[in-house]
């Protein structure tokens, strides 16, 4: 699915803002199209956007570029990464001409780089690493000055905004995912089978699952949105609904 901007009239647009500042997580299952959604999101409602899944990618392919020892699905190690976490810096700024926020590591913009298969199929064992997962969250944390904010990932509505004021879990078949992971990756110039996508999104799947710290489950509180029969517009549509109903506590 490719981002647009949902246009809404300004009547309709005041009443989405009954809550000043509201914070909404995203999480779900890999290729659900949670930035998608979560990027028109944040455009309507005037508020930042944070694609955490973005900065583990950044994270990942560091460690690749650099060669730093992870351990698979597993294995076991017992390395201290903080001081090579030390060493990665990673912020976000709004695109003038886009309008989008983009994510920089150490002052370069990898936008194409994070999303190469090599990351894609390690991007589960790195993430999956504790001091990684604290340092991510800390920062993701950070990441609210008070102003809303929109973030997706698989543990923003558990545990990086255990209070958000909206927490919504995407879901959607696995095939209708990786054929939609497929398409995305061959416009973006990566070549690769749908085969790979495939057994890609179901190992990611059961390691995001599984993993001991911070694993990918739904919060009690959350909404599910199952997205395999609904277009771009639905989603967005059904989030926004479930917004407009917002209150403040």
Request: contains cysteine; proline residues 4%; charged residues 25%.
């Amino acid at each position: 699915m490719s981002g647009r901007a949902i246009c809404l009239p300004l009547q309709r647009m005041s009443s989405l803002m009954s809550l000043e500042h509201p914070v909404i997580a995203i999480d779900g299952y890999s290729s659900c199209g949670k930035s998608t959604v979560a990027k028109s999101l944040a455009k309507v409602l005037g508020i930042r956007y944070i694609d955490s899944g973005a900065m583990y990618r950044a994270v990942t392919w560091y460690f690749l570029e650099n060669k730093i020892y992870f351990p698979l699905a597993g294995e076991h190690s017992d390395l201290d990464y903080r001081p090579t976490l030390d060493q990665i810096h990673i912020h976000f700024e709004v695109n003038a001409a886009t309008g989008e926020s983009e994510m920089f590591l150490n002052g370069h913009n990898l936008k194409k780089e994070i999303r190469s298969m090599e990351v894609s199929d390690n991007v589960s064992h790195v993430s999956a690493i504790k001091e990684v997962r604290k340092r991510m969250v800390s920062l993701q944390q950070q990441m609210n000055t008070g102003a809303g904010l929109v973030m997706d990932g698989r543990d923003i509505g558990t545990t990086v905004f255990p209070n958000a004021d909206l927490k919504i879990f995407m879901t959607a078949d696995p095939e209708i995912r990786a054929m939609r992971r497929y398409r995305e990756m061959l416009s973006a110039g990566v070549e690769v089978s749908l085969d790979d996508v495939r057994n890609n999104i179901n190992s990611r799947d059961y390691e995001d699952t599984h993993r001991e710290e911070s694993p990918l489950r739904m919060a009690p509180d959350a909404v599910v949105l199952d997205n395999s029969h609904l277009n771009f517009d639905e989603q967005v549509e059904f989030v926004l609904e479930r917004i407009r109903n917002l209150r403040p506590a």
